[in-house]
């Protein structure tokens, strides 16, 4: 516990990715920096699920990159896209089964960080979180603030054109505040 909330703990993750992220939704991500903390409410979340999905990291295999995927749950996979914007994912399921949910969208107290490299940035995450468990130990983590999404939408993953069919799976999931 901190701040008397629930922190999420490996186990929450190490379950089927498709219902993590609509769990994951509602929940809150936590950063702490030295002295000051930023945190956010998940609004916006991406399945990519083991080495069959065309639009997964892991469908080429295992590599340098995305070998954390391969890891236990609850692991953060940090990678950097076109040289400039920081993505964050959290792992799932079973060791050596590579899935990850990545983060989309936070709603802060003072603004909405619509877009992963937007959130990355405005909650200072890069690469050293890579390979970190998602605890307060580490300085990035969720909790659960007991809040309920009635209202969860469900579409097309964004930015995988190139993953044929795959493209087209359900596998993204917000809420958005006009309901």
Avoid at 31 to 38: A, L, P, S, V
């Amino acid at each position: 516990m901190t701040n008397g909330m629930s922190v999420l703990s490996k186990e929450f993750f190490h379950r089927p990715t498709l219902e993590v992220c609509r769990e994951l939704l509602g929940k809150v991500l936590i950063r702490k920096k030295g002295k000051e903390t930023f945190s956010g409410w998940v609004t916006e979340v991406e399945a990519y699920v083991g080495m069959k999905d065309k639009a997964c990291h892991a469908a080429c295999g295992k590599t340098e990159r995305n070998k954390v995927m391969f890891e236990e749950a609850g692991l953060w996979y940090v990678y950097l896209v076109y040289g400039m914007y920081w993505m964050l994912n959290i792992v799932t399921e079973a060791k050596d089964f590579p899935a990850a949910i990545l983060i989309r969208g936070i709603q802060t107290h003072e603004k909405h960080l619509n877009g992963p490299g937007k959130l990355t940035k405005g909650f200072s995450i890069d690469k050293k979180f890579n390979e970190k468990l998602a605890l307060p130990q580490t300085g990035l983590w969720f909790e659960d603030h007991g809040v309920r999404l009635p209202k969860i939408k469900q579409g097309k993953r964004i930015g995988i054109g190139y993953a044929g069919p795959w493209r087209h799976k359900p596998w993204r999931f917000y809420v958005r505040a006009d309901g």
